[in-house]
């Protein structure tokens, strides 16, 4: 692990200078499923004379590549929302975004509102909004119909039978279960430690309950779907596919709100195809993309009417999984201000650790 | 003109090993080392200091992490050890030709697939609906399913398996140095079959058994996906929370100092194993 | 065997038989060696010779037939059990010890006291001539020592038997020479039963008191160096035993003791009858005669008394001092080999000189074939 990074920042170094003379080379570094083998045909054909590179990974692992070569070796990234303003202030990895040179009237107002609310930095804005999403909870309702809220995988009636992502989701979702904000927290680290050490109590307490903390879609998968597990916190696109294969598995945005995110687009502090950047944003606005998008990412575009643009079979496990109410209630990650990512880490550490059960 | 040709031609042949030593594995270790002790006092703003170790000494959760790292690693040794002796014995002593390259083969069929496949493997046999669990069903012996993943023997299982290799290639190289009369002179000369295990055989293989307790060792402490694939809720292990102060935390110094914190405890724990058996590198690992 | 008055016999055999699947190695030996004698198997390589040896250690278990050490047979006891001690043909000193542990490895194992070990190792060290070398680790040893230490090692423990496998198979010339003699007088020193295997007929011949000529399983004869060079049973041990001319040729008639021959280059020899098959006229028959017996006198001298004298041409001189050799081409064709004595002086014999051979019928050993 440890040279890991080092490694990689060698090899992105090296990469960068191979790439350096054909600016004509996107390389995009983005989601799994997010950049679908049928949308970079359509582009390359379009633009004969860009070819798309990407590389797959997660927010995390994103922040930590651009920050390995101070923002060198991609052209464009996509974490989500709440990712961008921090790595911004410490490490400064993107570059401003002309505006000017993107479809922004094609995009839906709530979002590209919370977009640009989120990432203006000194007057600049740094992202726009792509895909969106939320992370809530997910059950088997034939064997767990009173699921509704966070705090219900640690009721004693599913013990051994739910699960969760040990990651900085359950945090929040946890202390909004608690009854507190822990966005509006933020403003006062002292108070969000504090609030922070009264979740991990609470999940500690909550870790006999819980079967195995998931990884990633797969496992999780596997574990709803053989019964296992009747409930567990989960990103909605994994829940709507294995809706999919069994109707009684629903998403349940819980009863203090959905988390929601945003996946954005950023253009990396050294990126050098910001043309064909802009390019691939504006052309994964037209909706006939948009549909191509949706049913690889299984999230909904942030362009009015999205919902409308995803396939069929995801379009019925959203409307079974959300009321309008939902819509109403839906809570977006707010920006992490430097240093949290640092606090939730080591609180994470901690119930990790603890030999709860 | 000769002279300084063949000059040339070992300076050619050796460059690629020097930049591989310099540029992979001695600069990012500087860098590691440089990293950890760089403190972060403000964003974008750093200090020279060894906050990043004190931090380590002082949070109980990070030692005892390492700690438990440690022994779980020497009883994954232990195990490999004892497994992997008779197989390479057998291997090297006992087996035909034909039947020692199909064995090897079979050692090495684990690593024919990569980490992240062989722990699923390993998932699909000792989950509670996997393999294992609905034989026992179906067998009778269980009304309902039994767990036997997400614990630390799991991990154990995993991990024994993805390093017997290593451990079994250097005892066959030097039990196969060994020839089969100073077994025979062994009891020959009195001894019965403890003593010339104990005696002989053993003491023989020693260089081989600390070469391979050594490289499991270090591959083991160093592993990252079967220990969390397999791993339950508590079964946390050091590489980690290298990763999560890497990746999640974003804190780069905390993880160098964990990272050189991990080089030197195992490095620490093989200093005392080859103290103990009275072996050096040199006629251990770098012999093999 | 051939000293029927010694009534306690170290080492006994009685119709040891050894098959591998459908092989037999070893084909129902039997013979009994008396306390305190140098006894060597001799026979080429894959004669069953090590099977033999192997039998006798305990690792190999006989497929038929009895062995027995002082009277006792040890058939079903372990190679650990046996006071049976073996020099390995490599030695087989364990390299992870040095010479102090070599030897107390066995003494440890039969339960010697920690303070007798000390006494008895240095005790033995001092036997074998080489007192300071306890703290030595084996790869310090030069071969000749590690070859004492390996017999040490054995001799510790007081065997009843000691068993060397060709040891000096893997020494230079000069120094098997040197420890042929050495091991003759570490037998005699420690008066123990060594049961010697070689190829080597050389190595046999000098050490030992017994030598049994093995072939293809089965033992040719037994008997002193002297008889079994003078007085070979079987063509076999008459062609591995020294060396010879050797003919084969066919038997034309009988004349008192002599018996005269045709050999198939056409020389017309008389020899005497050997080994026990009757041989008449049109019998095949084999024939050998050693070098040292033919005299070579120059065409132009008398030649001595003999049964037989060949005329022919010296094809080659191989001079080794006094065993010295001329390789002689009867008009016949082939080649007999004759030992000469040269000087260095002008009368010495060289090629192309014309000669005559003489030798005696009795010098004549004939087989039937």
């Keep these: ?357 | 003109m000769s002279r300084d040709a063949r000059r040339l031609s070992l300076i050619l042949l050796f460059a690629p090993f020097a930049l591989w030593i310099l540029l992979l594995i001695a600069l990012p270790h500087l860098g590691i080392l440089a990293l950890s002790m760089r403190e972060k006092v403000a964003p974008r703003v750093y200090e020279f200091g060894f906050g990043n170790y004190a931090e380590f000494i002082t949070e109980p959760i990070y030692w005892n992490t390492l700690l438990r790292t440690g022994s779980m690693s020497l009883l994954v040794t232990f195990l490999a050890l004892i497994i992997g002796f008779p197989i390479a014995y057998y291997i090297a002593k006992i087996a035909g030709k034909r039947a020692r390259g199909a064995l090897f083969l079979m050692c090495l069929i684990p690593l024919w697939v990569s980490d992240l496949i062989r722990a699923f493997g390993w998932i699909l046999l000792l989950r509670e609906s996997g393999v294992i669990s609905r034989s026992l069903q179906w067998m009778g012996l269980t009304q309902s399913g039994i767990e036997f993943l997400y614990n630390d023997a799991a991990v154990i299982v995993g991990l024994v398996y993805t390093v017997i290799l290593f451990m079994i290639v250097p005892l066959v190289s030097t039990l196969d140095g060994m020839g089969d009369d100073m077994i025979e002179a062994g009891y020959n000369l009195g001894g019965n079959s403890l003593t010339v295990l104990r005696r002989i055989i053993v003491p023989y293989a020693m260089p081989g058994i600390v070469a391979g307790c050594i490289v499991v060792f270090m591959m083991t402490a160093g592993s990252y996906l079967t220990p969390i694939l397999l791993g339950g809720k508590n079964s946390s292990w050091f590489t980690e929370q290298i990763y999560n102060q890497f990746i999640s935390r974003f804190n780069w110094e905390g993880g160098a100092a964990f990272g050189v914190l991990l080089l030197l405890f195992t490095s620490g724990v093989v200093w005392i194993g080859l103290r103990l058996s009275g072996q050096s590198l040199a006629n251990t690992v770098a012999r093999s | 065997m051939t000293d029927q008055t010694t009534a306690a016999f170290d080492l006994d055999c009685e119709g040891v038989t050894k098959n591998f699947g459908t092989f037999r190695a070893v084909d129902g030996v039997s013979f009994s060696i008396p306390t305190g004698t140098f006894f060597s198997i001799l026979g080429p390589s894959g004669c069953g010779k090590t099977t033999l040896m192997r039998m006798i250690a305990g690792f190999e278990e006989p497929s038929a037939g009895d062995i027995r050490i002082k009277g006792k047979s040890v058939l079903s006891v372990p190679p650990n059990k046996r006071n049976v001690k073996m020099v390995f043909q490599h030695l087989a000193l364990f390299p992870m010890m040095d010479v102090h542990d070599n030897i107390a490895y066995g003494l440890r194992c039969a339960g010697v006291p920690k303070a007798e070990i000390g006494a008895r190792v240095a005790d033995v060290l001092e036997r074998v001539a080489l007192p300071d070398l306890a703290r030595r680790q084996i790869h310090q040893l030069s071969g000749g020592q590690k070859q004492r230490i390996a017999i040490a090692r054995c001799m510790a423990l007081n065997p009843d038997v000691l068993l060397l496998d060709e040891p000096l198979g893997a020494l230079d010339l000069k120094l098997r020479e040197a420890m042929k003699i050495e091991l003759k007088l570490l037998q005699h020193q420690f008066d123990t039963t060594f049961v010697y295997i070689t190829h080597d007929q050389s190595e046999a011949l000098v050490m030992s008191d017994y030598v049994a000529v093995m072939n293809a399983g089965r033992f040719e004869q037994i008997g002193r160096p002297e008889e079994l060079y003078h007085a070979p049973a079987t063509a076999f041990v008459a062609g591995f035993v020294g060396d010879s001319n050797r003919w084969s040729g066919t038997a034309r008639g009988t004349e008192g003791e002599t018996v005269h021959i045709e050999t198939e280059t056409g020389l017309a020899l008389g020899g005497s009858p050997r080994g026990t098959a009757p041989i008449a006229a049109g019998t095949a028959v084999e024939v050998f005669v050693r070098p040292e017996f033919i005299t070579v006198t120059r065409a132009t001298e008398p030649a001595p008394e003999a049964a037989n004298h060949h005329d022919g041409t010296i094809d080659s001189v191989l001079f080794n001092g006094a065993n010295s050799r001329v390789l002689v081409r009867p008009p016949a064709g082939g080649l007999i080999e004759a030992d000469v004595t040269l000087t260095g002086g002008t009368s010495d014999l060289r090629a192309g000189d014309a000669v005559r051979l003489s030798w005696d019928a009795a010098q004549t050993m004939v087989f039937a074939a």
């Excluded at chain 1, 390995?68 to 911004?88: E, K, V």
């Excluded at chain 1, 009854?179 to 609470?202: I, T």
Aim: aromatic fraction near 8%; proline fraction near 5%; charge should be negative.
């Design chain 1, 1 to 357: 692990m440890k040279s890991h990074a080092l490694a990689a920042a060698v090899a992105l170094t090296a990469t960068g200078l191979a790439t350096a003379g054909s600016a004509e080379t996107l390389r995009l570094l983005t989601w799994g499923s997010y950049a679908p083998d049928a949308l970079i045909e359509k582009f390359e054909e379009m633009y004969p004379d860009i070819e798309v590179e990407v590389t797959y990974s997660n927010n995390e692992e994103m922040i930590a590549k651009l920050r390995a070569t101070g923002g060198a070796g991609f052209d464009l990234a996509q974490p989500s929302h709440d990712r961008i303003y921090a790595p911004q202030i410490e490490y400064e990895i993107y570059k401003p975004l002309d505006l000017t040179k993107i479809n922004t009237g094609a995009m839906s107002k709530v979002h590209l509102d919370a977009v640009l609310e989120n990432t203006t930095i000194d007057g600049e804005v740094y992202a726009v909004p792509h895909q969106w999403g939320t992370s809530g909870l997910m059950a088997n309702t034939s064997l767990a119909p009173d699921v509704s809220g966070w705090g219900d995988l640690c009721d004693s009636q599913y013990a051994g039978k739910t699960s969760m992502r040990l990651r900085r989701t359950i945090l929040l979702g946890t202390a909004f279960a608690m009854g507190e904000d822990p966005f509006a927290a933020y403003a006062d680290l002292d108070a969000y430690q504090d609030l922070l050490d009264r979740v991990a109590d609470e999940l500690i307490e909550c870790k006999a309950n819980i079967k195995a903390y998931w990884q990633g879609g797969d496992d999780l998968s596997a574990m709803m779907l053989s019964g296992e597990i009747v409930a567990s916190e989960t990103w909605d696109s994994t829940a709507y596919k294995l809706y999919n294969e069994n109707p009684d598995i629903v998403f349940i945005p819980p009863e203090t709100g959905a988390l929601t995110w945003i996946d954005t687009f950023v253009i990396p502090a050294k990126g050098q195809a910001d043309d064909a950047a802009y390019k691939w944003i504006n052309f994964v606005l037209d909706p006939e993309n948009i549909k191509i998008m949706s049913a690889s990412t299984g999230a909904i575009a942030a362009v009015p009417g999205g919902t409308e643009l995803l396939p069929e079979d995801k379009r019925a496990a959203v409307s079974a999984a959300f009321s309008d109410e939902d819509i109403e209630n839906l809570k977006f990650f707010a920006n992490i201000p430097p240093g949290v990512e640092d606090m939730e880490g080591k609180t994470l550490e901690k119930i990790k650790a603890a030999t709860g059960g």
